[in-house]
């Protein structure tokens, strides 16, 4: 009896788990516009790149911030973060997180290249928009909607 119980018990949780799509699944598909060279990312495709902080910045970070502060400006960026995920995947912009990476490298179809360094632009700039037809551009979280509008010029 008690087996029966059991199993009832696990096929009902299997049987009623919601497979929602995340953010992290939709970045591993939708980043197909980079090239990866050592520590540098190379971009030449319509794309949102954030750029996430290693664990030796986000110790820099929270010594220069202290523990409090820190904390806050974690909380505000991951909610922003989720919130921007959700935006563009909505847009089909592929979005691409990346983290360990020292260097994005944007080539637009000119053959104009834009070096940006992550390690000294991520605290303060966590998302580039990129377009193979303009210069990237950091990205506002916070008003995502007026960002990408602005950049991409759609409404």
Known sequence: ???????????????????????AKVEKENAQPSVTDGDTIIISRASAIYCMPDSAQLEAWKKKAGDENFFIAADDRAYYTQLSQEYLV???????????K????????????????????APYVPLYFFSPEKDPLPA?????????ADYFNKK
């Open 102 to 121: 020292r260097m994005l490298k944007f080539i637009k179809k000119d053959g104009t290249i834009h070096l940006i360094l992550t390690g000294s632009a």
């Open 1 to 23: 009896m008690r087996i029966t119980i059991c199993c009832l018990c696990l096929l009902l949780c299997f049987s009623c788990k919601q497979h929602a799509e995340t953010p």
């Open 90 to 100: 909505k847009k089909q912009l592929p979005v691409l997180a990346v983290t360990g």
């Open 140 to 148: 506002d979280m916070v008003n995502i909607e007026k960002s990408y």
